[in-house]
Protein backbone atom coordinates (compact mmCIF):
# COMPACT_ATOMS: atom_id res chain seq x y z
CA UNK A 1 0.00 0.00 0.00
CA UNK A 2 3.13 2.25 0.86
CA UNK A 3 4.40 1.92 -2.43
CA UNK A 4 1.03 2.14 -4.57
CA UNK A 5 0.93 5.64 -2.51
CA UNK A 6 4.08 6.62 -3.13
CA UNK A 7 4.19 5.86 -6.65
CA UNK A 8 0.67 7.87 -6.92
CA UNK A 9 2.39 11.04 -5.45
CA UNK A 10 5.37 11.05 -7.28
CA UNK A 11 2.84 10.50 -10.75
CA UNK A 12 0.91 13.70 -9.88
CA UNK A 13 4.17 15.48 -9.26
CA UNK A 14 5.47 14.77 -12.74
CA UNK A 15 1.70 15.71 -14.37
CA UNK A 16 1.30 18.73 -12.61
CA UNK A 17 4.86 19.90 -13.36
CA UNK A 18 4.90 18.96 -16.76
CA UNK A 19 1.41 20.39 -17.27
CA UNK A 20 2.60 23.86 -16.09
CA UNK A 21 5.37 24.80 -18.03
CA UNK A 22 4.92 26.76 -21.26
CA UNK A 23 5.40 24.22 -24.47
CA UNK A 24 6.48 25.82 -27.59
CA UNK A 25 3.59 26.03 -30.29
CA UNK A 26 3.48 22.45 -31.94
CA UNK A 27 1.72 23.92 -35.25
CA UNK A 28 4.94 25.55 -36.36
CA UNK A 29 3.47 28.86 -36.35
CA UNK A 30 6.07 31.16 -34.84
CA UNK A 31 5.57 32.90 -31.24
CA UNK A 32 6.44 36.14 -30.13
CA UNK A 33 6.83 36.18 -26.34
CA UNK A 34 6.32 39.01 -24.14
CA UNK A 35 6.50 39.72 -20.33
CA UNK A 36 3.40 39.70 -18.39
CA UNK A 37 2.98 42.85 -16.00
CA UNK A 38 3.92 40.75 -12.90
CA UNK A 39 7.63 40.19 -14.56
CA UNK A 40 7.17 36.64 -13.42
CA UNK A 41 7.09 34.91 -17.15
CA UNK A 42 6.74 35.14 -20.51
CA UNK A 43 3.30 34.72 -22.41
CA UNK A 44 3.19 33.85 -26.16
CA UNK A 45 1.19 35.30 -28.41
CA UNK A 46 1.14 33.76 -31.95
CA UNK A 47 2.57 35.80 -34.88
CA UNK A 48 1.73 33.82 -38.11
CA UNK A 49 4.03 34.79 -41.25
CA UNK A 50 5.28 34.05 -44.11
CA UNK A 51 8.66 33.66 -46.14
CA UNK A 52 12.33 33.01 -44.71
CA UNK A 53 13.28 32.36 -41.72
CA UNK A 54 15.59 35.73 -42.15
CA UNK A 55 12.21 37.66 -43.00
CA UNK A 56 10.49 36.23 -40.13
CA UNK A 57 12.72 37.28 -37.93
CA UNK A 58 13.63 40.52 -38.91
CA UNK A 59 9.49 41.27 -38.76
CA UNK A 60 9.95 39.99 -35.34
CA UNK A 61 12.47 41.89 -33.60
CA UNK A 62 10.31 44.99 -35.25
CA UNK A 63 7.43 43.60 -33.58
CA UNK A 64 9.59 43.19 -29.89
CA UNK A 65 10.27 46.62 -30.41
CA UNK A 66 6.92 48.11 -30.92
CA UNK A 67 5.79 46.19 -27.79
CA UNK A 68 2.06 44.91 -27.27
CA UNK A 69 1.28 47.90 -25.03
CA UNK A 70 -2.61 47.76 -26.01
CA UNK A 71 -2.59 44.51 -23.97
CA UNK A 72 -2.89 45.10 -19.89
CA UNK A 73 -1.30 41.98 -18.98
CA UNK A 74 1.80 42.99 -20.64
CA UNK A 75 4.37 44.71 -19.95
CA UNK A 76 7.53 46.21 -22.45
CA UNK A 77 10.69 45.38 -20.58
CA UNK A 78 12.71 46.21 -23.87
CA UNK A 79 12.42 49.48 -24.96
CA UNK A 80 11.32 50.73 -28.52
CA UNK A 81 14.72 51.97 -29.96
CA UNK A 82 15.15 52.04 -34.05
CA UNK A 83 17.61 49.84 -34.71
CA UNK A 84 17.75 48.69 -31.35
CA UNK A 85 18.26 45.19 -32.03
CA UNK A 86 19.24 43.31 -35.50
CA UNK A 87 19.41 39.58 -36.58
CA UNK A 88 21.40 37.73 -38.95
CA UNK A 89 20.24 34.25 -39.52
CA UNK A 90 22.52 31.62 -40.45
CA UNK A 91 22.01 28.08 -40.33
CA UNK A 92 20.35 27.00 -37.55
CA UNK A 93 21.36 30.41 -35.38
CA UNK A 94 20.39 33.77 -35.60
CA UNK A 95 23.12 36.16 -34.32
CA UNK A 96 21.49 39.53 -32.68
CA UNK A 97 23.32 42.26 -32.42
CA UNK A 98 21.74 44.87 -29.50
CA UNK A 99 22.61 48.54 -29.32
CA UNK A 100 23.85 50.20 -26.48
CA UNK A 101 21.39 52.84 -25.97
CA UNK A 102 19.13 49.55 -25.70
CA UNK A 103 21.13 48.16 -23.08
CA UNK A 104 21.45 51.64 -21.68
CA UNK A 105 18.10 51.58 -20.80
CA UNK A 106 16.76 47.99 -19.78
CA UNK A 107 16.30 48.31 -16.05
CA UNK A 108 19.32 46.59 -14.59
CA UNK A 109 18.32 43.40 -12.13
CA UNK A 110 18.92 39.65 -12.68
CA UNK A 111 14.85 39.05 -13.14
CA UNK A 112 14.66 41.69 -15.97
CA UNK A 113 17.76 40.82 -17.92
CA UNK A 114 16.25 37.01 -18.14
CA UNK A 115 13.15 38.19 -19.28
CA UNK A 116 14.51 40.20 -21.92
CA UNK A 117 17.27 38.08 -23.25
CA UNK A 118 14.63 35.07 -23.14
CA UNK A 119 12.39 37.22 -24.65
CA UNK A 120 14.40 37.65 -27.65
CA UNK A 121 15.57 33.65 -27.75
CA UNK A 122 12.24 32.43 -27.05
CA UNK A 123 10.55 34.13 -29.81
CA UNK A 124 13.11 33.76 -32.39
CA UNK A 125 13.62 30.06 -31.92
CA UNK A 126 9.70 29.40 -32.36
CA UNK A 127 10.96 30.04 -35.83
CA UNK A 128 11.00 26.99 -38.01
CA UNK A 129 15.04 26.37 -38.47
CA UNK A 130 16.03 28.41 -35.70
CA UNK A 131 17.58 26.33 -32.56
CA UNK A 132 19.59 28.85 -30.76
CA UNK A 133 20.83 32.53 -30.66
CA UNK A 134 23.88 34.18 -30.09
CA UNK A 135 24.52 37.85 -28.69
CA UNK A 136 26.52 40.76 -29.10
CA UNK A 137 26.26 44.39 -28.11
CA UNK A 138 27.25 47.36 -30.88
CA UNK A 139 29.10 44.37 -32.77
CA UNK A 140 31.07 42.88 -29.73
CA UNK A 141 30.82 39.95 -28.09
CA UNK A 142 30.24 40.73 -24.45
CA UNK A 143 30.84 38.71 -21.45
CA UNK A 144 27.57 39.96 -19.75
CA UNK A 145 24.20 42.17 -21.06
CA UNK A 146 23.23 43.57 -17.81
CA UNK A 147 25.45 42.59 -15.43
CA UNK A 148 24.20 38.79 -14.24
CA UNK A 149 24.27 36.62 -17.69
CA UNK A 150 27.16 35.43 -19.29
CA UNK A 151 26.44 36.91 -23.14
CA UNK A 152 29.30 34.57 -24.45
CA UNK A 153 26.68 31.54 -24.32
CA UNK A 154 24.97 30.11 -27.10
CA UNK A 155 21.01 30.56 -25.75
CA UNK A 156 18.33 27.71 -26.37
CA UNK A 157 15.00 28.25 -25.41
CA UNK A 158 13.71 28.16 -21.75
CA UNK A 159 9.85 27.29 -21.73
CA UNK A 160 10.03 27.71 -18.23
CA UNK A 161 10.52 31.59 -17.60
Avoid: W
Wanted: glycine share 4%; with cysteine.
Amino acid sequence: MKKFLFLFCLAAIIFFTQNNRQAPNTDNTPQIYYTDRLLHRLIPVDFPQNGSSQRIADKMVQAILLGKDENEEILRIIPNIEKGIKVRVKGDTAYVNLSGELTERITKNPDTEQLAVYQIVNSLTSISGINRVCFTIDGKTQEDFLGFLNMREIFTPNYDI
